[in-house]
């Protein structure tokens, strides 16, 4: 599937709900956001039914996203029915590791072929303070023992909010030194509450990694499904890499489109633009509508991301990253 600039869309980020287990101040506020009403929320076979209408126009990737996808219940068995979508040849997951522990053999038993834990430091003080939860214990355990048991490749997600030696970014980068475990960096986007906090450049964050861990040379053997540019560093089994949408620019190259957890199919992190497709669903619409639908949305696809626009603009997205997808 091409959208309407020529860029080939082969990847969804499927939110399965936009409730959290966590408040991470730059995500959601310390009060949460008003839930979608369950009857809102795609049901499994809803999820599956768009998943086989994308698979079929050309989607092969699926991550599954959230609010916290873990605090889906059945959430193992939407993995291993996706797993089973004729054309979809891989299903991640992104996830805050809360419920990791408990849930990491069912991921890999249900065939998922990554897993990424979004972890922005390792001190359980600082972790407390980012996510207002008391958690770190548990998703500390949780990646022990994704790391013991190696099943499924595995990657950590850490986004830079303050000063790096502050958040204690070289110790979370440590966890790729003995094991192969990928860390990457996100750069901050002003989404939602995320527009609050200081960007902390890659440029920057390289330049006090390099300072302290010597040369990041650039490597391309990492597989992945997006924008993310990874750097071996000697003497570590796992890559560091960046994902920097601010200051290194990708929507020319953009593969993705999301779906959130009630049904509307968007097509850039930063507008509120696609296509409604649980309208269609629950008025009983067929699979030739649903396409019709997505294709229209697809060649709407916007050029890009206006990040660097401080004043609202059309058509600019209000939600939070807790209720797009992340
Ligand atoms: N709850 C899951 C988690 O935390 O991994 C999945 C959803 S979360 C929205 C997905 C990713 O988006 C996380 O890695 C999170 O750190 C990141 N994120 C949230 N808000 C962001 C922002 N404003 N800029 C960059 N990344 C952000
Ligand atoms: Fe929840 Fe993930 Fe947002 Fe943190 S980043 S509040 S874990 S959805």
Same mark, same amino acid.
């Given at each position: 599937?091409?959208?309407?600039?020529?860029?080939?869309?082969?990847?969804?980020?499927?939110?399965?709900?936009?409730?959290?287990?966590?408040?991470?101040?730059?995500?959601?506020?310390?009060?949460?956001?008003?839930?979608?009403?369950?009857?809102?929320?795609?049901?499994?076979?809803? &999820?599956?039914? &768009?998943?086989?209408?994308?698979?079929?126009? $050309?989607?092969?990737?699926?991550?599954?996203?959230?609010?916290?996808?873990?605090?889906?219940?059945?959430?193992?068995?939407?993995?291993?029915?996706?797993?089973?979508?004729?054309? &979809?040849?891989?299903?991640?997951?992104?996830?805050?590791?809360?419920?990791?522990?408990?849930?990491?053999?069912?991921?890999?038993?249900?065939?998922?072929?990554?897993?990424?834990?979004?972890?922005?430091?390792?001190?359980?003080?600082?972790?407390?303070?980012?996510?207002?939860?008391?958690?770190?214990?548990?998703?500390?355990? $949780?990646?022990?023992?994704?790391?013991?048991?190696?099943?499924?490749?595995?990657?950590?997600?850490?986004?830079?909010?303050?000063?790096?030696?502050?958040?204690?970014?070289?110790?979370?980068?440590?966890?790729?030194?003995?094991?192969?475990?990928?860390?990457?960096? &996100?750069?901050?986007?002003?989404?939602?509450?995320?527009?609050?906090?200081?960007?902390?450049?890659?440029?920057?964050?390289?330049?006090?990694?390099?300072?302290?861990?010597?040369?990041?040379?650039?490597?391309?053997?990492?597989?992945?499904?997006?924008?993310?540019?990874?750097?071996?560093?000697?003497?570590?089994?796992?890559?560091? $890499?960046?994902?920097?949408?601010?200051?290194?620019?990708?929507?020319?190259?953009?593969?993705?489109?999301?779906?959130?957890?009630?049904?509307?199919?968007?097509?850039?992190?930063?507008?509120?633009?696609?296509?409604?497709?649980?309208?269609?669903?629950?008025?009983?619409?067929?699979?030739?509508?649903?396409?019709?639908?997505?294709?229209?949305?697809?060649?709407?696809?916007?050029?890009?991301?206006?990040? $660097?626009?401080?004043?609202?603009?059309?058509?600019?997205?209000?939600?939070?990253?807790?209720?797009?997808?992340?």
């Amino acid at each position: 599937m091409t959208d309407g600039l020529g860029r080939t869309i082969d990847y969804v980020r499927i939110s399965v709900t936009d409730r959290c287990n966590l408040r991470c101040a730059y995500c959601m506020p310390e009060e949460g956001v008003p839930c979608i009403p369950h009857s809102q929320i795609l049901r499994f076979e809803e &999820i599956l039914r &768009i998943c086989r209408i994308l698979a079929r126009n $050309g989607i092969r990737k699926v991550k599954l996203t959230g609010g916290e996808p873990l605090v889906r219940r059945g959430i193992l068995d939407l993995t291993a029915a996706l797993k089973a979508v004729p054309g &979809i040849e891989n299903v991640t997951i992104t996830t805050n590791g809360v419920l990791l522990e408990e849930l990491y053999d069912g991921l890999a038993d249900a065939g998922i072929d990554a897993i990424t834990v979004s972890l922005d430091t390792l001190d359980p003080k600082l972790y407390q303070a980012i996510t207002r939860r008391d958690e770190a214990d548990r998703v500390r355990r $949780g990646l022990e023992q994704a790391i013991q048991k190696g099943r499924v490749p595995l990657k950590i997600n850490c986004v830079p909010l303050m000063d790096a030696e502050r958040q204690g970014l070289l110790e979370v980068v440590e966890l790729a030194r003995a094991q192969k475990v990928h860390v990457r960096f &996100i750069e901050m986007m002003p989404i939602g509450l995320g527009a609050g906090f200081p960007l902390l450049r890659e440029e920057e964050l390289r330049g006090f990694l390099e300072s302290r861990l010597g040369p990041l040379t650039p490597c391309a053997d990492v597989p992945g499904n997006g924008p993310c540019r990874y750097f071996a560093v000697e003497g570590f089994q796992g890559r560091l $890499g960046f994902i920097s949408a601010v200051s290194h620019r990708f929507c020319e190259t953009c593969n993705r489109i999301r779906l959130t957890s009630d049904g509307y199919l968007k097509t850039c992190l930063q507008y509120d633009c696609g296509a409604a497709l649980k309208p269609v669903l629950e008025a009983g619409g067929t699979d030739e509508e649903l396409e019709a639908r997505i294709r229209q949305a697809l060649a709407d696809k916007p050029k890009g991301h206006e990040f $660097g626009k401080a004043a609202p603009f059309a058509g600019r997205e209000e939600k939070g990253m807790s209720q797009i997808g992340g």
